[in-house]
Structures are given as structure tokens and as C-alpha cells.
């Protein structure tokens, strides 16, 4: 039997006692350097694009080859090239403004190459916790839950920090805890696009007495809602329940903070639900020093998985979402923010091939989308070229990296987030995988 189905054949529970250090990375090992995290002031927004998105909405270099092969052919007149090789109905438009203006970065040359699966839940497990775990890909610590007990450790989190983590996407990889306990502080509170308290609790008249009602200024909170806290309190102690309660009061003050804001003059949002969300994580974050990661998913676009019919409903998706990052940058120029980055990556690249179906199957290169982040990150512009490998049978086509062209893998991108945060080392986080070179950070 091989060292996989053994495992598979395991219950979790004696994995963790066979392998302790297995799932999790040793951070006994991690250098941090307060300097770095504090001059950076970094804060991320992180928009993973689920069911892989195909890489031709900024890199249609290699069209013309890809129209000779192809099994069905593109309409060309849907495949307006930009100057930097965009496709211009998917949004290259605004692409090539962004790059102009010096806020976009764009590597062409994310590849996965170590492990070669192309299926949705390992690709997404991995890319989402920064580690190659090819036995067991969904239980390893996620990037931002690893991010938050290196910065508690060095002091950097504290139960006084207001919200370090928020996702926008409800659960996610990139918050999983893995084999160990995590610090309630460290958890990300989960919000939507409106702002709405998932611990709210609204109380009618019935529960104010006469006397709190004739308040000229109402109390929050009656006596009896008060009573309902300590009582909980009383019960729960400790434990995880109670962390609901607690957190009820600190979310409550902190969204109503957050309601105030307004735009600056002249900024507006797509009327959108993910330009909303675009918006209220970038007012959190402006609003909240202490908010270090907001995750959103990329829900209200709809999913990446396009095996069928790919061209239209790609391009009017690929043009939703960077109209609604293009907005964010705006708001964050005009407030001279330069701070906040926006990184955009999913589960893998897509086969190029127009199938029978006119969609595309899973691949192996990838766009990584980097925007903003000018405190740390160098504009390097558009890194990576790409060629068409070998034709295979099946009609698979794919792109991959130039023998001469800078490539990383999708561990690389953790281990850059490791870096912004402080991490001089962060290979040591994602199994040997270093940070994204090309001359991106300063």
C-alpha cells in the first residue's frame, strides 16, 4: 500500500498522532522583522476567483497559434487585442489603464508544475493554505490563519486588536485553523456587502421597560438585554459559544463606525453586489488600521468553472470584476492610500482550447493580478510570457511559461503575503516555496 491510501485509510485524529508536524508548519523556525511589518503597514484584499479563471482576459500574446489548433474556432471579432496583449471586452480597457498608471502589476507565469492536478478541491486547498499536500491538500493550516499566529506571537495581535481577520465569502481555506487550536482573536468575523451584523440582535419595545423607552437617548441595550448577556455569560464561561456574545458588541460599535463613511467627492461604484463589496472592504480597511486581511471571494460574479459556452459569459464577468477593482483603486489614489493591495487568483489556468462546447477545461498557468500596495511593491508591469506546449491528445491546449520567463508557483503567493507581513523567511511556512521575485517588493 502507498504512503497515500495508507493515510487515506486513517481517521484524522491518528494522522495528528502519527504526523504532529505534518499538516502544520514550525514556527519556531519563522524570522519576523518588526521594522519590515511596520514600515509596509500592509493591508490585503484577497479576491479568489473560484472554479479557475481562464488567463486569456490579459493574455491573448499567443491568439494567433491558439486559432490554427483550436478545436472550434474563436469569432476574432470578439478578440480585441489591447497594446499589452488584453482582451479588451473582458476588460482589457481598464486593465491597460490601471498598468498605464502604474497601480496594476500582472504575472502571466503562475504555474503549477510540482503537483500537476488539475482537480477543483486540491488546487484550491493548496493555493489557499500556501503548501504542497498532496496526501492530505484540505487540512493544513490556511495562509491567513498561519499569517495571524505569527503576528500573535510577536505581539502584533492582541485581544485589543479590533478584527484583524474579516471574510466576505463566509468559510474559507484560507482561514482554516488545521490540526490546532486558534485564538478566538485570530478568527475572521464574517460580514456582507450591507454591512449586516450576524450577531445583531434586535430587540422590540416589548423588551424596554416604560422608563428606558422615554429616554431621550435611547439606550443600545435594555436591562433586559443586558440581563440575556450575563446569563450567557454565567453558562458558557469560556467557551466558543461565548465568543458569539462577546463579539456581539465589539461588531455592533464597529459597523455602525463603518456606516458613517462616505465616498470622496467624485468616486462611485459600479451598481454591482461585488462592487459593493469592493467598497465596503476598502472602507473598513481605510477606517481600520487593525484590519489586516479581508477575503472576498469572488460571489455576486458568478463562478470560474467554464466548460461550456466560456466567451460571453467570461467577458462580461471578467469586466464586472475589474470595473469594480478599477473603482477601488480610484477611491484608494484619491485618498493617496498606498497601503491597501488587491491580489486576484483561483484554483489554476484553463486548457485554451475552444472545446466541442466552446468552453475551456482545466490547465496548468495562471494570471496572479497584484494592484495598489505602493508602499511595498515595485510596478514591474507585465511579467511572463507564454508559448503553447506540446500538442496533446484530446485537442488539450495550453500555455505555458517561455523556457527564458520568470515563473513561480502558487505557494509563491503565500509566501509574498508571509513577506509583506513581516516574514524574512517565509519558505519555511510553505515547504521550501520562496516569494515572488521579478523585483515586485522594494
Given at each position: 500500500?502507498?504512503?497515500?491510501?495508507?493515510?487515506?485509510?486513517?481517521?484524522?485524529?491518528?494522522?495528528?498522532?502519527?504526523y504532529?508536524?505534518?499538516?502544520?508548519?514550525?514556527?519556531?523556525?519563522?524570522?519576523?522583522?518588526?521594522?519590515?511589518?511596520?514600515?509596509?503597514?500592509a493591508?490585503?484584499?484577497?479576491?479568489?476567483?473560484?472554479?479557475?479563471?481562464?488567463?486569456?482576459?490579459?493574455?491573448?500574446?499567443?491568439?494567433?497559434?491558439?486559432?490554427?489548433?483550436?478545436q472550434?474556432?474563436?469569432?476574432?471579432?470578439?478578440?480585441?487585442?489591447?497594446?499589452?496583449?488584453?482582451?479588451?471586452?473582458?476588460?482589457?480597457?481598464?486593465?491597460?489603464?490601471?498598468l498605464?498608471?502604474?497601480?496594476?502589476?500582472?504575472?502571466?507565469?503562475?504555474?503549477?508544475?510540482?503537483n500537476?492536478?488539475?482537480?477543483?478541491?486540491?488546487?484550491?486547498?493548496?493555493?489557499?493554505?500556501g503548501?504542497?499536500?498532496?496526501?492530505?491538500?484540505?487540512?493544513?493550516?490556511?495562509?491567513?490563519?498561519?499569517?495571524?499566529?505569527?503576528?500573535?506571537?510577536?505581539?502584533k495581535?492582541?485581544?485589543?486588536?479590533?478584527?484583524?481577520?474579516?471574510?466576505?465569502?463566509?468559510?474559507?481555506?484560507?482561514?482554516?485553523?488545521?490540526g490546532?487550536?486558534?485564538?478566538?482573536?485570530?478568527?475572521?468575523?464574517?460580514?456582507?456587502?450591507?454591512?449586516?451584523?450576524?450577531?445583531?440582535?434586535?430587540?422590540?419595545?416589548?423588551?424596554?421597560?416604560?422608563?428606558?423607552?422615554?429616554?431621550?437617548?435611547?439606550?443600545n441595550?435594555?436591562?433586559?438585554?443586558m440581563?440575556?448577556?450575563?446569563?450567557?455569560?454565567?453558562?458558557?464561561?469560556?467557551?466558543?459559544?461565548q465568543e458569539?456574545?462577546?463579539?456581539?458588541?465589539?461588531?455592533?460599535?464597529?459597523?455602525?463606525?463603518?456606516?458613517d463613511?462616505?465616498?470622496p467627492?467624485?468616486?462611485?461604484?459600479?451598481?454591482t453586489t461585488?462592487?459593493?463589496?469592493?467598497?465596503?472592504?476598502?472602507?473598513?480597511?481605510?477606517?481600520?488600521?487593525?484590519?489586516?486581511?479581508?477575503?472576498?471571494?469572488?460571489?455576486?460574479?458568478?463562478?470560474?468553472d467554464?466548460?461550456?459556452?466560456?466567451?460571453?459569459?467570461?467577458?462580461?464577468?471578467?469586466?464586472?470584476?475589474?470595473?469594480?477593482?478599477?473603482?477601488?483603486?480610484?477611491?484608494?489614489?484619491?485618498?493617496?492610500?498606498?497601503?491597501?493591495?488587491?491580489?486576484?487568483?483561483?484554483?489554476f489556468?484553463?486548457?485554451?482550447?475552444?472545446?466541442?462546447?466552446?468552453?475551456?477545461?482545466?490547465?496548468?498557468?495562471?494570471?496572479?493580478?497584484?494592484f495598489?500596495?505602493k508602499?511595498?511593491?515595485?510596478?514591474?508591469?507585465v511579467?511572463?510570457?507564454?508559448q503553447?506546449?506540446?500538442?496533446?491528445?484530446?485537442?488539450?491546449?495550453?500555455?505555458?511559461?517561455?523556457?527564458?520567463?520568470?515563473?513561480?508557483?502558487?505557494y509563491?503567493?503565500?509566501?509574498?503575503?508571509?513577506?509583506?507581513?513581516g516574514?524574512?523567511?517565509?519558505?519555511?511556512?510553505?515547504?521550501?516555496?520562496?516569494?515572488?521575485?521579478?523585483?515586485?517588493?522594494?
Amino acid at each position: 500500500m502507498n504512503r497515500r491510501s495508507f493515510l487515506k485509510g486513517l481517521s484524522l485524529a491518528t494522522i495528528f498522532a502519527l504526523y504532529p508536524q505534518a499538516l502544520n508548519a514550525d514556527m519556531s523556525q519563522v524570522e519576523f522583522n518588526e521594522d519590515v511589518f511596520s514600515k509596509n503597514n500592509a493591508q490585503t484584499i484577497m479576491i479568489f476567483l473560484y472554479g479557475g479563471p481562464s488567463e486569456l482576459g490579459a493574455n491573448l500574446t499567443n491568439i494567433e497559434e491558439i486559432q490554427l489548433h483550436s478545436q472550434k474556432k474563436y469569432t476574432m471579432s470578439d478578440l480585441r487585442i489591447t497594446e499589452n496583449g488584453f482582451w479588451e471586452q473582458a476588460g482589457g480597457d481598464l486593465l491597460e489603464d490601471m498598468l498605464a498608471n502604474g497601480d496594476l502589476n500582472l504575472f502571466r507565469t503562475c504555474f503549477r508544475k510540482s503537483n500537476t492536478t488539475k482537480s477543483h478541491e486540491n488546487c484550491v486547498s493548496e493555493n489557499q493554505r500556501g503548501i504542497m499536500n498532496e496526501d492530505l491538500p484540505m487540512q493544513a493550516s490556511g495562509i491567513f490563519a498561519t499569517l495571524g499566529r505569527v503576528l500573535a506571537e510577536k505581539g502584533k495581535i492582541d485581544p485589543d486588536t479590533t478584527l484583524p481577520f474579516i471574510t466576505m465569502e463566509g468559510e474559507s481555506g484560507f482561514f482554516y485553523a488545521g490540526g490546532d487550536e486558534i485564538q478566538s482573536m485570530l478568527r475572521p468575523v464574517a460580514i456582507d456587502e450591507k454591512l449586516t451584523n450576524p450577531y445583531q440582535r434586535v430587540l422590540s419595545s416589548r423588551f424596554y421597560t416604560g422608563e428606558e423607552l422615554d429616554e431621550d437617548v435611547r439606550v443600545n441595550d435594555s436591562n433586559l438585554s443586558m440581563r440575556f448577556d450575563n446569563i450567557a455569560k454565567s453558562i458558557n464561561k469560556n467557551s466558543s459559544l461565548q465568543e458569539v456574545f462577546d463579539k456581539r458588541k465589539e461588531l455592533e460599535s464597529f459597523i455602525t463606525s463603518q456606516e458613517d463613511q462616505v465616498l470622496p467627492d467624485g468616486i462611485s461604484y459600479p451598481e454591482t453586489t461585488f462592487a459593493k463589496k469592493i467598497q465596503t472592504a476598502i472602507n473598513i480597511l481605510v477606517g481600520n488600521n487593525d484590519t489586516k486581511i479581508i477575503s472576498l471571494g469572488s460571489a455576486g460574479l458568478g463562478g470560474w468553472d467554464d466548460h461550456s459556452d466560456a466567451v460571453s459569459a467570461y467577458t462580461n464577468r471578467m469586466k464586472d470584476l475589474i470595473k469594480a477593482i478599477q473603482a477601488g483603486v480610484t477611491h484608494l489614489n484619491t485618498i493617496s492610500n498606498t497601503n491597501i493591495n488587491i491580489m486576484v487568483f483561483g484554483d489554476f489556468g484553463r486548457n485554451v482550447n475552444l472545446n466541442d462546447s466552446l468552453g475551456w477545461d482545466h490547465g496548468n498557468n495562471q494570471n496572479l493580478y497584484i494592484f495598489g500596495g505602493k508602499n511595498y511593491f515595485n510596478h514591474v508591469g507585465v511579467v511572463g510570457k507564454t508559448q503553447l506546449m506540446p500538442l496533446q491528445g484530446n485537442n488539450r491546449i495550453y500555455l505555458e511559461p517561455t523556457p527564458e520567463s520568470y515563473t513561480f508557483e502558487p505557494y509563491s503567493i503565500a509566501s509574498t503575503i508571509y513577506k509583506l507581513y513581516g516574514i524574512s523567511n517565509p519558505e519555511v511556512l510553505t515547504g521550501g516555496f520562496k516569494e515572488i521575485e521579478a523585483g515586485l517588493l522594494k
